[in-house]
């Protein structure tokens, strides 16, 4: 194997050959990975582990229901996973591969290492229309660091996968990350609708586990997060499902050789630590019927590449509630929404929930003038709106002759949008 130079993928070839003695590997036994989390008072799936996978399927069927998942117990990677919802007496469809099995076929199919036992648990309700399986998010976590979250949508082949850093802060696919595409292939980002309680379970799992680094899988319910399990060596970065490009890497060597580092993995100047603070004390609300029931087209919406933007966090704290809209106006950006250019680059400016103030606008400014300038035929708004952009996010334009285009568009069609422009920046000058 060719010399790895990353400290992160270093740390995780060790892992892989046994090298590492710091690491809880009792916990990578999903038996007593539920004990241990449901110790700490946190959700997990009903569960129960067997010798022969038989049993565990007989014991599904007994207590779990028509849908349940049978998995080999120390296999990885989806390997050994089945996804089961029964069609008929003993007959079932795999959700995740869409085959069919008989119940004395399931897990014969499995070539190589064969699972020393079998696990049989609930399957989490997915509250995503559509969607039989719930989205898999896995939290990279460096002790109470949250460094990324990769969100796995296996309702398709290839699975879809779309990466955040550790405030819900979507990263760029193509250059920030980058996928297998036979094995993966990118998705859209959905921030679930219990981001801050998964926050504050994943940092809390991460500092009870003590090691420098661990993967934890976390599913999300209406009912609130659920876990899944931990992983001290995830495969997909050693195998090359995922790559991360040479800043991300550098962060992440930056972690793992525990150097005081501030740098947010998604390059916008957000108080990670501030933000962590806030989702460890902040409760959401319990939402009203009506709220529920529309979450699940709504997030069908998002997870499609809806370019609007539906607020399905119901967050008391006002400062949680303007940090995930700036991640919403991102994904909405990267499904297509250019209306979003000035709303981020207006909160970057203004210093909207836990960013701090900037001027530098990661080329959102240099889209939203494009945009504007581009659409000035649709009318009258477009035209202020390209005048603002310049006034706002640049200092190269003369703010005199931008204010004289509104002005003169205030004049000529009497535009009340174009008036409120020129009284605030009069208010502002005095």
């Known amino acids: 194997m060719a010399e790895i130079k990353s400290s992160f993928k270093s740390l995780l070839r060790l892992r892989f050959e046994g090298k590492d003695n710091n690491v809880p590997w009792e916990l990578d036994n999903k038996v007593n990975a539920n004990n241990f989390v449901r110790g700490l008072g946190f959700k997990t799936p009903l569960l129960n582990s067997f010798d022969k996978v038989e049993k565990a399927v007989e014991w599904a069927e007994e207590v779990l229901g028509t849908t349940f998942v049978i998995k080999g117990g120390d296999l990885h990677s989806s390997k050994g996973v089945y996804l089961l919802r029964r069609l008929e007496e003993e007959k079932y469809i795999d959700l995740m591969t869409k085959e069919i099995y008989a119940s004395e076929d399931i897990g014969k199919n499995i070539h190589g290492r064969q699972p020393t036992y079998w696990v049989a648990e609930t399957l989490v309700n997915s509250y995503i229309l559509g969607k039989d399986i719930p989205l898999d998010y896995k939290f990279y976590c460096f002790g109470k660091r949250v460094a990324l979250i990769i969100q796995i949508d296996r309702n398709s082949y290839p699975a879809k996968v779309s990466v955040f850093d550790g405030t819900f ?13 036979k094995r993966w292939v990118y998705g859209n980002h959905l921030i679930p609708v219990n981001f801050s309680e998964m926050l504050h379970m994943a940092r809390k799992l991460s500092i009870e586990a003590q090691t420098k680094f661990t993967s934890i899988d976390l599913f999300d319910s209406l009912e609130g997060p659920v876990f899944g399990e931990f992983t001290f060596a995830p495969g997909a970065l050693d195998s090359g499902m995922i790559d991360f490009s040479d800043r991300v890497l550098e962060i992440l060597d930056s972690y793992t050789l525990r150097e005081n580092v501030d740098a947010s993995i998604s390059g916008f100047n957000v108080r990670e630590q501030d933000f962590w603070h806030d989702c460890d004390t902040h409760q959401n609300p319990n939402l009203a019927p009506l709220e529920i029931a529309t979450i699940p087209y709504k997030t069908a919406s998002l997870i499609n590449g809806d370019k609007r933007v ?15 809209k700036f991640s919403n106006l ?18 970057i400016k203004n210093g909207k929930g836990y960013l701090n103030r900037t001027e ?23 035209k202020v709106r390209y ?22 568009i205030a004049e000529a069609n009497n535009y009340e949008y174009a008036k409120n422009v020129i009284k605030f920046h009069n208010r502002n000058k005095l």
Request: proline share 2%.
């Open 169 to 181: 802060t979507p990263l760029k696919p193509n250059v920030d990350y980058f996928l297998d595409g």
């Open 310 to 324: 539906f607020d399905i966090h119901n967050c008391t704290s006002s400062l949680l509630h303007e940090q995930i």
């Open 330 to 347: 991102l994904i909405q950006a990267s499904n297509g929404g250019e209306g979003a250019y000035f709303a981020i680059c207006s909160m």
């Open 360 to 382: 530098e606008y990661h080329g959102f400014n240099e889209l939203a003038l494009e945009y504007y300038r581009a659409n000035q035929d649709k009318g009258d708004w477009y």
């Open 387 to 408: 005048q603002q952009v310049k006034i706002n996010f640049y200092n190269c334009f003369n703010v005199d002759e931008c204010l004289n285009e509104i002005q003169g």
